[in-house]
Structures are given as C-alpha cells and as structure tokens.
C-alpha cells in the first residue's frame, strides 16, 4: 500500500464551483500534512500546510481526519487560474511522503 | 521562505555526456533533497543530500548515476552522468528545515538528451 494516495483526477468543474479533494495516508503516526499547487511544467509550490484544528485562506480551506487518516482540500468559488495539479504531502518522523497529485482543470 | 536558485534551467545534452545541476539557497537551510519528475508523472525522490557526508539514495538510484555533492548548508549539486535518453525529465532541488517543516522546491532543470 503507497503511503499516500490521491484520485489523479482530472476533476473538470466550470467557474464559481465548489471542488474537494481527499487525500489519504496510511501511517496514523503521521505528524505533519500540507497540500501544494503544481502547474504544467512549473516547480510545486506550497498551498497551504493542514492543521489538526483546521485552516482557511481565502477561498481554500484545508481539514485533516485522523481517526479516518485523510485530508482535504476545498475550493470555493474556482477560478480558471485554480486549474493546477494538487499534490498532498506527508511527513513521517522527517521522511517525506508526496502524493502522485489530483489535477483540477476549471472551465469557463 | 528560503530563495532557491537552480542552475541551469534547461539543457539539452548528448548521449553519453553528464550535466551538473546546481542548487544554491540563499540561507542555511537543514535538508536538501533532490527529485525527478517525468513528464505527466509524479515527482521521484533520487536522494537527500547530506552536508559533508555521502547522500542518502532511494531505491532505484546509486551514486555513480547521480552523484551529489553537499559542501556546506547553502549549496549541493547533482551530476546526471552517462546521460542517455530514459533521463530526460525534469530535475528538482528543494530544502526544508527542522522540526517537519514543509519543503521548497528550485524552478527545475529540464533535461533533454539527443
């Protein structure tokens, strides 16, 4: 079983929709979880890193489920520049775990 | 976050040659690591390098391939050696620091081989 697993999409959702992606990880001793943002051709990049608690940032919101051992990533309102692959990563004890990435293409 | 300068930003190269990637932050940073990532495919880790000591490889990558060098906590490089046309693919450095924090990636190496 990979450590981290993502659906590679591609998720096809016109302007203004609200997306979501689950990212799933299979060691629950897992300590540290963030989503990036890669677009074609580009280096990733930090989206943003997911607390126990919960985080927002603007249109994103990013929640970890540690009994269920996932995390998600919710889009509001998309805009076509959100078109992108986003790629969950897990830390276990300073080893680091990316997933293969859930591309989201956003259509006018 | 850090600022990371990876030279050069592309090639293209002949069989048989090797290609050293350079990675340079703009301040100390703990881990250094470098990836691999295939067109359409998800990043490969190659290996962590280890500053004044012999990286760290995955699986499926030896020192002879890629050696890496790591003379101090702001710069390593990558040498793609006997390059032949399976290594064209993007090259990525990227470092993070202590304590989980999440890495940053360079702008990449596009590597194309003849």
């Known amino acids: 079983r990979k450590e981290v697993e993502q659906d590679p999409g591609p998720f096809n959702v016109p302007e203004g929709a609200t997306v979501a992606f689950n990212c799933t990880y299979s060691?629950?001793?897992?300590?540290?979880f963030f989503w990036y943002r890669q677009d074609c051709r580009k280096e990733p990049k930090l989206l943003m890193s997911?607390?126990?608690s919960g985080n927002e940032d603007g249109r994103f919101t990013a929640q970890l489920n540690r009994a269920s051992q996932y995390i998600s990533l919710l889009i509001r309102d998309s805009k076509l520049s959100d078109s992108a692959t986003y790629l969950c990563?897990?830390?276990?004890?300073?080893?680091?775990?990316f997933g293969s990435g859930t591309k989201l293409n956003v259509k006018p | 976050s850090a600022v990371i300068s990876q030279k050069p930003s592309r090639d293209i190269c002949q069989r048989g040659t090797s290609l050293t990637i350079q990675c340079q932050v703009d301040?100390?940073?703990?881990?250094m690591f470098w990836y691999r990532q295939q067109p359409g495919q998800s990043l490969t880790l190659i290996a962590t390098?280890?500053?004044?000591?012999?990286?760290?490889?995955e699986s499926g990558f030896v020192i002879d391939k890629f050696p890496i060098s790591r003379p101090n906590l702001t710069f390593s490089t990558l040498t793609v050696s006997n390059l032949s046309p399976e290594d064209s693919s993007i090259y990525l450095c990227?470092?993070?620091?202590?304590?989980?924090?999440?890495?940053?990636f360079g702008d990449g190496t596009r590597l194309s081989i003849l």
């Open positions: 997911v607390y126990s």
């Open positions: 990563v897990v830390i276990n004890f300073n080893k680091f775990y």
């Open positions: 060691n629950s001793a897992s300590q540290s």
């Open positions: 990227s470092v993070s620091g202590e304590g989980n924090q999440p890495q940053h």
């Open positions: 301040s100390q940073v703990t881990m």
């Open positions: 390098a280890n500053q004044g000591s012999e990286a760290t490889y």
